[in-house]
């Protein structure tokens, strides 16, 4: 009875996501990496990057936007911004960890951040390029926009809440995209937002109209992308209700 319980227990030690923090030094700033190795392993590992909101952090978001319990054959990478982002009303004097939200400013150190992380895991695993996929929640959101307007040719498919890429993003490769939006953000109103939204569709090709699913609209683009339009009756939270989808989203798309 004792060795079945404990082959028991070592099964489910096998399957939990190992978590490991990583400090990287660019231009002699320290940056911070939370990583979740995959529990189910395969021969080539699909990633997610996880960009949290202003004034958040690496440890707080992968509680929040736990996607590692959904997507659990992939290598999560949650990173964690810096001060230096002032938002007026929030955080006038920029002392809250946030994100670069245009591609050349904060002196690009976010982009730089994302590439020194992205060439790391390609030493210590076998990446699938094939399966690159990027969340984000506010600012974090917004960056994850940054990085498909100056990364996109190494990005599959993003996930953007409640903030979105705007002109900055026009012309962007075409990748797939789901975007929330909540109606009642009091943070980055709702119209604001879908603005957004016709960009995006010019990017990824989309001339049809969508095919609704509950809170959710669904349009085809080109080569292959799928765009995913949420939106719900919430505030400026992230929909963590919605990560078996967003989870199932990534699934389905590879280049």
């Given at each position: 009875m004792k060795?079945?319980?404990?082959?028991?227990?070592?099964?489910?030690?096998?399957?939990?996501?190992?978590?490991?923090?990583?400090?990287?030094?660019?231009?002699g700033v320290e940056r911070?990496?939370?990583?979740?190795?995959?529990?189910?392993?395969?021969?080539?590992?699909?990633?997610?990057?996880?960009?949290h909101g202003h004034g958040g952090n690496a440890n707080f978001v992968s509680r929040r936007i736990d996607i590692q319990n959904y997507y659990k054959d992939a290598l999560v990478i949650f990173m964690q911004g810096l001060p230096g982002r002032k938002v007026p009303g929030i955080d006038p004097n920029g002392i809250m960890n946030g994100w670069q939200i245009f591609t050349d400013d904060l002196e690009g150190r976010d982009i730089k951040f994302f590439d020194v992380v992205f060439a790391?895991?390609?030493?210590?695993?076998?990446?699938?390029d094939n399966r690159i996929y990027l969340i984000g929640h506010s600012n974090g959101a917004r960056f994850v926009n940054v990085l498909w307007m100056t990364r996109?040719?190494?990005?599959?498919?993003?996930c953007s809440a409640s903030a979105q890429g705007g002109e900055m993003i026009s012309g962007a490769v075409p990748i797939s995209v789901w975007m929330y939006i909540g109606k009642n953000d009091k943070i980055v109103?709702?119209?604001?937002?879908?603005?957004?939204?016709?960009?995006?569709?010019?990017?990824?090709?989309?001339?049809?109209?969508?095919?609704?699913?509950?809170?959710?609209?669904?349009?085809?683009g080109k080569n292959n992308t799928e765009l995913v339009v949420q939106s719900s009756n919430a505030g400026h939270e992230f929909?963590?209700?919605?990560?078996?989808?967003?989870?199932?989203?990534?699934?389905?798309?590879?280049?």
């Open positions: 060795n079945l319980l404990f082959l028991i227990l070592l099964s489910c030690v096998t399957t939990l996501n190992a978590q490991i923090t990583k400090k990287f030094n660019i231009n911070k990496v939370i990583i979740y190795e995959p529990a189910t392993k395969t021969e080539k590992t699909p990633v997610v990057f996880v960009f790391d895991i390609h030493k210590a695993y076998k990446i699938d996109g040719e190494k990005i599959t498919a993003i109103p709702p119209q604001s937002q879908e603005l957004s939204i016709p960009i995006v569709k010019s990017n990824l090709g989309i001339s049809m109209a969508g095919k609704t699913d509950n809170d959710k609209t669904i349009f085809k929909p963590k209700q919605s990560l078996q989808e967003i989870a199932d989203f990534f699934r389905r798309h590879e280049k």
